[in-house]
């Protein structure tokens, strides 16, 4: 399918060959981070029905976007006018199908490892709940800068309606008879004597309706799980807890919503829910908030498409981990989970060491960080924070998942020499670092014609690149692993 050309010229997107391109004459690639430019001093736009945030800089507006990680017709709002165009697949990512896999297998190896991890904890039941979990703080996270935009075309198109009060005014000011008025006289019996003084009703908008209740409710509700998150012990979650709880509380004192009375209990649904474009939005956002529960540990939504390096990082590990657990190496997996009276939660994060004892004076890492001062392993030079280390008194084995990059294979290994030549023992000040392994999704016929694939450049040079896509098989990466650790352990 061709893109649709509209003629629009105002939003133009850059392109690394092109510069600066109309948005419609792009061609777009799956999973992609573009940066788009407006000409224009008021952009309301949205792609797929979500509004994209602009910021001002000299006299056009600029953004990013990241095109969705599946092939398809791209629809485009600007200022309320539609245009589409398409999106290309990418031949050198993993697709979808492979996608949802590693999503599937990191939630697999994180049940069963929780199984004999000797923890005690509650597991979630069901599909929808208030506890709290590493997926939902990573949804709010990520998600609750689009909530701002949505509260801030909440606050402008906010629904109303009229109410009528009964009030006494002067009878001057009594402008046409209402029927309450008419009543009033005739149940006091004046006749012909009007008093100065009658009933009449007074007309006034309000936003204190149905719907504009729930949206207190659930920015209450939100403030506190954030009041949760911010008790949840992790440093990094309790900061950003707060500040996202202060924003909250600026919203709950704005106009808006100083006149609305926070609505009680459980709320339904209403057709300004299903089908208002604005409060659509706000409903589907709180609805995702709840769905992060389920019988093992969970990643119920997909990682950020511009994080889809971390979800295959962090889909190695667990392999690496089930390797292990198969070959009976593994002796306990707490460090894989944080658990605290609220829940559990699987507690792998950027620049977060986690830790796995192995028989034999073994660890598994995930992220392990080696610095000037570290006790038994350091480095002369800068902080080195390899993401997958398997490591013991005898020597240190370091896999690198590398995502995208068949193209690039050498200077990626070329990166892996500090690992292996700047990493120390202290007491002895030799190299510990025995083995350094790129692991990578490179298709299968493009690795057969690679050097760095092959077992003699492995052995030659004790480092190298190993295929490791899902949907195959890891008997390579398993016989280089166990090979390995013959070498270190104690």
């Known amino acids: 399918m061709e893109p649709h050309n509209s003629g629009d010229k105002d939003l133009e997107i850059y392109d690394n060959q092109q510069g600066w391109i109309p948005f419609q004459e792009a061609y777009l690639t799956e999973a992609t981070e573009y940066k788009l430019r407006y000409r224009g001093e008021f ?57 949802d896999q590693m999503v599937g297998e990191i939630l697999e190896e994180a049940g069963i490892c929780f199984q004999i991890s000797g923890l005690e904890g509650i597991v979630n039941t069901s599909g929808r709940g208030r506890s709290l979990s590493w997926t939902q703080w990573t949804y709010i996270d990520e998600a609750f800068f689009q909530l701002r935009l949505i509260f801030s075309r909440l606050q402008q198109q906010s629904v109303r309606r009229l109410e009528k009060q009964r009030v006494m005014m002067k009878r001057p000011k009594v402008h046409r008879d209402e029927q309450v008025t008419l009543m009033w006289l005739d149940r006091k019996g004046f006749g012909h004597d009007v008093p100065i003084n009658v009933e009449n009703t007074h007309t006034y908008e309000t936003r204190n309706v149905y719907e ?7 920015i209450l509700d939100l403030k506190r799980l954030l009041g949760k998150y911010h008790l949840a012990g992790d440093e990094r979650i309790s900061e950003k807890a707060k500040k ?49 529960e389920r019988e093992d540990i969970g990643l119920d939504y997909p990682i950020a498409l511009k994080d889809t390096f971390f979800l295959y990082e962090m889909w190695c590990f667990m392999m690496i981990v089930k390797i292990l657990r198969e070959a009976g190496l593994i002796l306990e997996t707490r460090s894989l989970y944080r658990t605290n009276k609220e829940g559990l939660y699987l507690n792998l994060a950027e ?20 610095q000037y ?53 202290r007491e002895t000040g030799t190299k510990r670092v025995r083995q350094v392994f790129i692991l990578t999704p490179t298709k299968t016929d ?40 013959e070498l270190i352990m104690d």
Request: hydrophobic share 35%; glycine share 6%; net charge positive.
């Open 212 to 218: 504009n209740q729930v949206v207190k409710q659930q």
């Open 351 to 370: 620049n977060k060491e986690s830790r796995i004892s192995l028989i034999g004076n073994l660890s598994l890492y995930f992220q392990r960080s080696y």
């Open 43 to 99: 952009a309301d736009i949205r792609i797929q029905d979500i509004p994209l945030p602009f910021y001002q800089q000299e006299s056009s507006l600029y953004s990013t976007f990241h095109a969705p990680f599946q092939s398809g017709t791209l629809r485009l709002y600007v200022n309320g006018k539609e245009f589409q165009n398409y999106v290309y697949p990418d031949d050198r990512k993993l697709t979808k199908e492979q996608y």
């Open 244 to 292: 996202y709880s202060v924003i909250l509380q600026g919203w709950l004192i704005t106009p808006f919503l100083q006149e609305v009375t926070a609505n009680n209990g459980a709320y339904t649904i209403t057709q300004i829910f299903r089908k208002h474009p604005v409060y659509r939005l706000w409903h589907q956002w709180f609805d995702k908030l709840y769905k992060h």
């Open 446 to 485: 493009q690795a057969d014609s690679l050097r760095y694939f092959q077992d003699t450049f492995h052995e030659r040079y004790q480092m190298g690149a190993i295929q490791m896509l899902p949907g195959t098989t890891f008997e390579n990466v398993k016989r280089k692993i166990l090979a390995c650790i």
């Open 373 to 425: 001062n570290s006790k038994v392993f350091h480095t002369f030079t800068q902080r080195m924070i390899p993401d997958i280390v398997i490591e013991g008194e005898a020597g240190i084995l370091i896999l690198d998942p590398k995502y995208r990059v068949p193209d690039n294979l050498g200077t990626a290994l070329g990166e892996m020499h500090k690992y292996r030549d700047g990493i120390l023992h």
